[in-house]
């Protein structure tokens, strides 16, 4: 029989004091990883949302006894705004309690969107208690103690434990799925307009530069604004067609900018910037791009939200 594995979290666990001594690190903190899991999905269904093998992302974060309660919630709560930041609305997010839990937890919670299909689970946080590592030192014979100088009389440490966990799992192609239904958009009203309207720092491309014509210099300038920027972030060229229907192109791909390079660039040094979400348009200098584009895109205005 060949066995796989069904989380990924396990390699955590063994791999437990070797990180938590070679990076010097104190209880409470955390260790994440991504990596493949398997289930045995007698039938696949609802595209990727229900695989066989796919992307797990789980985090372990060890806590002192007592404590992983208070720890449960912060993470709960947490992660939540996670969903939220990249752009999940909090209209289709639900928590749903585990009313039977699995024989290591002591509190389970699921993060659920609402799919096409109904409100599934992409999220799962679970308090673990100290099932991991005890059974992991009791079966291995090597301690998984950790020695907590912060606990202590008198001046006197006496804080060895087995740290008790709270994990959080995430299934990548869910949450890939998630972001992608959402981020679906029909626009109806005087013209139907379809884009992806992505968070700017999860737009696989994050500008790109068009020259309204080709002739009289301009698809060079573009080009030369274009290669400027790519060493920052993820920029194309495009000279094909319309410059409407060049709009359209990236809108379905939910590029976020638009930089249309014209005649009064020749002139002034300065280029239109499109908004996909509005379709507002901005006159903004070319030394400007690189750093005004560059911190809406930034995984920062993610964090900031969290």
Not at 33 to 51: D, H, L, P, T
Not at 121 to 131: A, C, M, Y
Request: glycine share 6%.
């Amino acid at each position: 029989n060949i066995y796989l594995r069904p989380e990924t979290a396990q390699g955590i666990f063994v791999n437990f004091l070797n990180v938590q001594k070679s990076g010097r690190m104190k209880v409470p903190f955390g260790i994440a990883q991504i990596g493949k899991a398997f289930r045995n999905e007698i039938v696949a269904r609802q595209f990727i949302f229900r695989m066989r093998e796919f992307e797990q992302m789980e985090m372990q974060f060890f806590v002192r006894p007592g404590s992983e309660m208070e720890w449960y919630e912060n993470w709960k709560a947490t992660r939540l705004k996670f969903h939220q930041a990249i752009g999940l609305p909090a209209s289709k997010l639900q928590y749903h309690d585990h009313d039977k839990l699995a024989h290591y937890a002591n509190a389970a919670v699921d993060i659920e969107f609402e799919f096409p299909f109904g409100f599934r689970e992409i999220e799962g946080i679970h308090s673990r208690t100290d099932f991991d590592l005890k059974n992991h030192q009791e079966l291995s014979k090597k301690k998984m103690q950790y020695f907590d100088p912060d606990l202590g009389e008198d001046g006197k440490a006496i804080g060895n434990y087995i740290p008790f966990v709270v994990e959080t799992s995430v299934g990548a192609d869910r949450l890939f799925l998630a972001t992608l239904c959402n981020a679906y958009t029909v626009e109806t009203g005087e013209k139907e307009r379809t884009y992806l309207k992505l968070h700017p720092a999860l737009a696989p491309i994050k500008a790109a530069v068009l020259p309204l014509v080709k002739k009289d210099g301009l698809a060079e300038k573009a080009q030369e604004i274009a290669n400027s920027l790519k060493s920052s972030f993820r920029t194309i060229y495009d000279e094909g067609g319309a410059i409407g229907k060049r709009y359209t192109r990236q809108d379905l791909i939910g590029t976020p900018f638009c930089i249309a390079v014209d005649y009064e660039t020749m002139e002034n040094g300065t280029v239109t910037i499109r908004h996909r979400d509005s379709m507002e348009q901005e006159r903004v200098a070319i030394t400007d791009l690189k750093e005004k584009i560059g911190f809406a895109v930034s995984m920062e205005r993610i964090l900031e939200e969290i």
